[in-house]
């Protein structure tokens, strides 16, 4: 068992470009889970998956960011327009159901310059 | 809306000293809680989780939590600190009915000194 495995670890982008950052969840795992940290917010939820739908977006910024599950073995996490405030460790989490425990990857530290 | 309280931004303890870290919740049902353990550039570990039931919950690597409800509280407990366990550490809650994300506290910070 690989763990929740995310790439890129690391990722620099320019203000105005676009960032997409992948997430693969454990086998069998049918929750998904995002999350963002910052030392000033901590740890902030921004979406989440149940068997690849989306469940509850309440957490993402509602203009740049967007997320997506297009098959059961990956989601993904886009974010438009990078400004410098989107700098953060974006974390992926699965769980293998809603009501378990959930399982963080090692998160994709986003630099916007 | 639910809550969480980490009262100690940091704490320092000797190595074999007992450890004691302080989680308040604040939600009016039962909840869902965990703690997470993370190291410097790594995910979140799962320490241990209460799910309703015995309020004493046991995790790895020697932790354990107690979950009280006149309280509000769920506290991470530990007999004999190892430096190994300097890091930080998140208390979560979970609704646990219809949705099941996480509130995170702020964390706390522990170092273990010699």
């Known amino acids: 068992n690989a763990g929740v495995i995310q790439t890129p670890r690391h990722k620099v982008t320019g203000k105005g470009q676009e960032a997409t950052l992948w997430c693969e969840p454990i086998s069998g795992h049918s929750a998904v889970f995002w999350y963002r940290q910052t030392i000033v917010q901590g740890l902030e939820f921004l979406t989440y998956?149940?068997?690849?739908?989306?469940?509850?977006d309440s957490g993402m910024p509602k203009e740049r960011f967007s997320a997506q599950m297009p098959n059961q073995s990956h989601s993904t996490l886009k974010i438009q327009s990078t400004q410098p405030q989107d700098s953060a460790v974006y974390l992926c989490?699965?769980?293998?159901?809603?009501?378990?425990?959930?399982?963080f990857g090692p998160g994709t530290r986003l630099t916007v310059l | 809306a639910q809550s969480v309280t980490q009262p100690d931004a940091r704490v320092t303890v000797s190595e074999g000293a007992s450890l004691q870290l302080r989680c308040k919740y604040s939600y009016f049902g039962t909840p869902y809680l965990f703690w997470y353990v993370q190291y410097p550039r790594q995910g979140l570990q799962l320490l241990l989780k209460y799910y309703p039931g015995d309020p004493v919950v046991q995790g790895v690597n020697g932790f354990e939590a107690e979950f009280s409800k006149s309280n509000s509280s769920f506290h991470l407990r530990k007999a004999s600190v190892h430096w190994s366990d300097w890091a930080v550490y998140f208390c979560?809650?979970?609704?646990?009915?219809?949705?099941?994300?996480?509130?995170f506290g702020a964390g706390t910070r522990l170092k273990v000194i010699a």
């Open positions: 989490a699965s769980s293998i159901g809603v009501w378990n425990e959930q399982y």
């Open positions: 998956f149940r068997n690849q739908a989306p469940i509850d």
């Open positions: 979560a809650v979970s609704i646990g009915t219809g949705n099941y994300k996480y509130v």
